[in-house]
């Protein structure tokens, strides 16, 4: 008889073929037989200029390859540069800090580093992490993989509006049969709607968090994943709402994931950092401590040279204003294929998710897997989720945007 597994029992059976990357090789495949003018690929997560080039910020491209050859290979320290730690802060509130607060950070390689951090640390082994039902399936992986899963709670009503109904419910829900709960929002810009929480939808979660938070036995994690937080409208407004977690108790921890990876494009060199805010300075203390602890205990240190760069670009005005004016191009080219999109979709009667901003753009559909299938037909490539599919407007030029919501459409 054949052995068919050696993999440990929590291990055994898990992975599979990427659904992203399925995709984006059959769209692959398709430009090779009909050239890429002719094929839609609106699977992939990264910013494609009008000509289809891979898009980087120079200023960045230009600095990164100034750093010595120390600064681009040595080790970085475990939990992180100290300038870098302080630049992630800074770049992240850019003076909206809630007052009276604490803030320490730890670098990890990008968002998902810091998510993985926060699900470990932050929660017992089984206990479930609270999570919209449109997500990015990283989520659900990273819980999984630490032994943990996850609840979802309904995002949009059937009218396709964001209510924090289903949210609050959840959370009391879980709360009853765990102390600690984690929950993680994907917000300015959320993958994979385009969805920005508002600053009312923050007073009234606040609110709810501050009556769950006196019961002192629970642990309330705000995890804030906002990679996309550049992307989604002028920084000073978009920060703004950062300012509302101020007068929390001891037992609510903000959590934000900061990530490189799209607000410097630079997606592949993994910088990012798990940032902890609190009125205690002893729980931001033991944030510090048992975050770095994991960096040690599994990936050890981070991109030594990403960090030098964002260090350096945010204490220097020069260089800042640069990467913000060169970042805001590419905001304002994504926008504007979105807004054609969004126009052509509502003259269409094409529904779609409420979008904000940001990369993704989602189709809510009874059969996704069936309607990405029929899409490829018009050689149309988009990702199928559970309950939609998600076009990837970051990607697609803007001579292809007009005419695809109808064609869309048509073919669904
Ligand atoms: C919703 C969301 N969160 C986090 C990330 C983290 O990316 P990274 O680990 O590259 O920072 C991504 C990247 O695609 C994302 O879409």
Known sequence: MGIHTLAASHATGKGGPDAVFAVSQKANEAIARLGKEKV??????????????????????????????????????????????????????????????????????????????????????????????????????????????????????????????????KTQELLQVQDNLVTIFNTPAHNPTGYSMTEGDWQEAIRFYKECARDQSKKIILLLDMAYLDYA????????????????????????????????????????????????????????QVNAYSNRATWSNGSRGAQRLLADIV??????????????????????????????????????????????????VGDPKAAAEKLTGSNIFVVPLKKGIRLAVCALPTYQIPGLAKRIKEAL
């Open 40 to 169: 839609v690929n609106a699977s992939i997560g990264a910013i494609f200029d009008d000509e289809g080039r891979f898009a980087a910020l120079d200023t960045v491209d230009r600095h990164y390859r100034r750093l010595s050859k120390d600064e681009l290979m040595n080790y970085a320290p475990i939990a992180g540069l100290p300038q870098y730690l302080q630049a992630a802060i800074d770049f992240t509130f850019q003076g909206n800090q809630p007052a009276n607060t604490f803030a320490r950070a730890v670098a990890t390689p990008g968002g998902t580093g810091a998510i993985h951090h926060v699900v470990y640390n932050y929660t017992e082994q089984g206990q479930k992490i609270l999570i919209p039902d449109w997500y990015w399936g990283p989520y659900q992986t990273i819980a999984n993989e630490n032994l943990r899963d996850v609840d979802a709670y309904r995002m949009f009503n059937e009218k396709n509006q964001f209510t924090l109904d289903p949210l609050q419910k």
């Open 233 to 288: 409208g002028p920084a000073q407004e978009t920060r703004k709402f950062l300012k509302l977690f101020t007068g929390l108790p001891d037992n609510i921890l903000i959590t934000i994931a900061f990530s490189m990876s799209k607000a410097f494009l630079i997606y592949g060199m993994r910088s990012g950092a798990l940032i902890g805010v609190s009125p205690s300075q002893e729980i931001v203390e033991e944030f510090a």
């Open 315 to 364: 204490a220097d005005p020069q260089l800042k204003r640069q990467t913000d004016e060169e970042r805001d191009k590419f905001y304002s080219l994504i926008k504007n294929r979105a807004d054609i999109f969004v126009r052509e979709a509502k003259e269409a009667g094409l529904v779609m998710l409420p979008y904000h901003a940001g990369f993704f753009i989602t189709i809510p």
